[in-house]
């Protein structure tokens, strides 16, 4: 069970350290890394969560992984604190909170962008400023293609949703000729 109050604790002491040091970035793509790994290998996955293997053999075969991948030192020593509390099940959790809280320092917020098709750069470009003016952050946007939204657009950033589909202007219209 994922406990995001829990991931957002470690990532905020995790992210005080970083900022001490100067390493925002050089943590952030290590747990990255790390989580593709954990997502990629079965057996370093099995390792790390099942019970079976002791403390001591999980950070130790995991600190020999990390340290050949060039890990910082400051994310070995979290991963084996993680270990040592029995919360490395929160690993993906924690990553992307600690990504928000850096985000959140940084003024940067995330978004999506659904379209019924592919947009070009330019349209992506202007719907990413727009959004940026909207929340007075910048916005890193990704994008998706549902062609079930026949034409227009959905952007979503935080909490907010913009929706400009045809799909949803016909649902409004009908609605309003119901009366």
Not at 56 to 61: H, S, T
Not at 118 to 139: C, F, H, M, N, P
């Given at each position: 069970?994922?406990?995001?109050?829990?991931?957002?604790?470690?990532?905020?002491?995790?992210?005080?350290?970083?900022?001490?040091?100067?390493?925002?970035?050089?943590?952030?793509?290590?747990?990255?890394?790390?989580?593709?790994?954990?997502?990629?290998?079965?057996?370093?996955?099995?390792?790390?969560?099942?019970?079976?293997?002791?403390?001591?053999?999980?950070?130790?075969?995991?600190?020999?992984?990390?340290?050949?991948?060039?890990?910082?030192?400051?994310?070995?020593?979290?991963?084996?604190?993680?270990?040592?509390?029995?919360?490395?099940?929160?690993?993906?959790?924690?990553?992307?909170?600690?990504?928000?809280?850096?985000?959140?320092?940084?003024?940067?917020?995330?978004?999506e962008v659904t379209s019924a098709e592919a947009?070009?750069?330019?349209?992506?470009?202007?719907?990413?400023?727009?959004?940026?003016?909207?929340?007075?952050?910048?916005?890193?946007?990704?994008?998706?293609?549902?062609?079930?939204?026949?034409?227009?657009?959905?952007?979503?950033?935080?909490?907010?949703?913009?929706?400009?589909?045809?799909?949803?202007?016909?649902?409004?219209?009908?609605?309003?000729?119901?009366?």
């Amino acid at each position: 069970m994922i406990n995001t109050t829990l991931a957002k604790r470690y990532a905020k002491a995790l992210v005080a350290i970083g900022t001490e040091q100067n390493a925002l970035e050089k943590y952030g793509e290590d747990l990255a890394d790390l989580i593709s790994m954990v997502d990629a290998s079965k057996d370093f996955r099995e390792l790390l969560i099942n019970p079976v293997f002791t403390k001591e053999d999980k950070k130790q075969i995991a600190g020999q992984i990390l340290d050949r991948m060039g890990t910082d030192r400051m994310v070995i020593n979290f991963v084996n604190v993680l270990i040592d509390r029995k919360r490395i099940d929160q690993l993906a959790a924690i990553e992307e909170a600690y990504r928000e809280q850096v985000d959140n320092i940084r003024g940067i917020t995330r978004g999506e962008v659904t379209s019924a098709e592919a947009i070009t750069e330019e349209e992506l470009d202007r719907v990413t400023d727009a959004l940026s003016k909207i929340t007075g952050k910048q916005v890193l946007v990704t994008t998706k293609v549902d062609p079930y939204l026949i034409g227009g657009l959905v952007a979503r950033v935080g909490d907010m949703v913009f929706d400009g589909t045809i799909r949803t202007q016909l649902n409004q219209l009908k609605e309003s000729l119901r009366g």
